[in-house]
Each structure stands twice: as structure tokens, then as C-alpha cells.
């Protein structure tokens, strides 16, 4: 089974910068669309960002659309999220999933899609 790790979380002030990364062990992750997921205490999963297997194809949330970036090194077998301008309402717990059905990404970033997911790693931004 493809296992995913997060790692970069933090406490940052706002309008600082994180950098997530998401790596898999046992399996490559070459050939999966790639999404980042979080979820804020009290409130449901919301879809950040996605990128296809070839790292040609990015889709983002309106809410962090030119604050956010996701890239992937698949000989790294790593995604990673570069989160700029960082303001309170992102933190949340960030989640990195795998599509395991396709290498590319859907329109819409819904959780069901994703079949595989890391434990999540929090963030915090706050002064």
C-alpha cells in the first residue's frame, strides 16, 4: 500500500512562508495525481492544490491561488507545497493524498477521489 509522509509544518507569523513536503515510502509516486488537502478544527476537509504525474498541471484553491505552489520531483519520489503570504485562516492540518486512479487532476479536488493519504502535518500561523 502506498504510504505518504508530511513533513515542513510549523508556527509561522503571517505572512511568512512554509514549505510542505510529501514523500512516499515502498511505492513511487510516479504516475499519481498528487493533492494537498487541509482541514481546520470545527470545519471539513478543503482542497488546496493538485498536480498531475507529469508536473505539468497544477489546480488551486481561489483561496490560496498566488500564495501557494505545488511542484513534484518524482526522482525525489516528493510533492511539495510552497506556501507564501501566509495568513491565520490557513492554519489547519495539511493532508497530501494520492489519486490512485489517475495521473491526472480532476476539476474538482474532492477527498473521495484521493485513495491514499499521509497523517497530516499542522500548521499554524499566528503572531
Known amino acids: 500500500q502506498l504510504q505518504l509522509v508530511e513533513f515542513g509544518g510549523g508556527l509561522v507569523q503571517p505572512g511568512g512562508s512554509l514549505r510542505l513536503s510529501c514523500a512516499a515510502s515502498?511505492?513511487?509516486?510516479?504516475?499519481?495525481?498528487i493533492g494537498w488537502f487541509r482541514q481546520a478544527p470545527g470545519k471539513e476537509y478543503e482542497g488546496v492544490s493538485c498536480?498531475?504525474?507529469?508536473?505539468?498541471?497544477?489546480t488551486y484553491a481561489d483561496s490560496v491561488k498566488g500564495r501557494f505552489t505545488i511542484s513534484r520531483d518524482n526522482a525525489k519520489n516528493t510533492v511539495y507545497l510552497q506556501m507564501n503570504s501566509l495568513k491565520p485562516e490557513d492554519t489547519a492540518v495539511y493532508y497530501c493524498?494520492?489519486?490512485?486512479?489517475?495521473?491526472?487532476?480532476?476539476?474538482?479536488?474532492?477527498?473521495?477521489?484521493?485513495?491514499?493519504w499521509g497523517q497530516g502535518t499542522q500548521v499554524t500561523v499566528s503572531s
Open positions: 498536480i498531475d504525474t507529469w508536473g505539468d498541471t497544477t
Open positions: 493524498a494520492a489519486d490512485l486512479a489517475r495521473g491526472y487532476c480532476l476539476p474538482a479536488l474532492t477527498q473521495v477521489d484521493f485513495g491514499s
Open positions: 515502498k511505492f513511487t509516486l510516479d504516475g499519481y495525481a
